[in-house]
Nanobody
Framework: VQLVESGGGSVQAGGTLRLSCASS????????SAWFRQAPGREREKVAQ???????DYAESVKGRFTISKDSTDTTLFLQMNNLKLEDTATYYC???????????????WGQGTQVTVSS
């Protein structure tokens, strides 16, 4: 399984970015997938999850601003980030696994991360 994120970058507050996570060897189908982020000196935080029945869940800090989705081929996961704030600055990671593994808190498959920097 290989997950490769892209789409990170630098943006001003209020701006928009769209992250992508391309999967090889593991379709985003009948599994749980999520975007996590980690800022320096802070714990890793799950910001958005897409479950096997395509329901979504978001951290309170990003509700109404971020949207998780996947493409019709189930090979790419997206995170649309609107109205970005300074506190959204972090390295963003996609992760996936069977939902039973997600419920244990630690999915097995991770991407390498993509940096998002929001400036004023």
């Amino acid at each position: 399984v290989q997950l490769v994120e892209s789409g990170g970058g630098s943006v001003q507050a209020g701006g928009t970015l769209r992250l992508s996570c391309a999967s090889s060897g593991w379709p985003f189908r009948h599994v749980c997938s999520a975007w996590f982020r980690q800022a320096p000196g802070r714990e890793r935080e799950k910001v958005a999850q897409l479950s096997r029945d395509d329901t979504t869940d978001y951290a309170e800090s990003v509700k109404g601003r971020f949207t998780i989705s996947k493409d019709s081929t189930d090979t790419t996961l997206f995170l649309q980030m609107n109205n970005l704030k300074l506190e959204d600055t972090a390295t963003y990671y996609c992760a996936t696994d069977f939902c039973s593994q997600f419920s244990r808190g630690v999915p097995r498959y991770w991407g390498q991360g993509t940096q998002v920097t929001v400036s004023s």
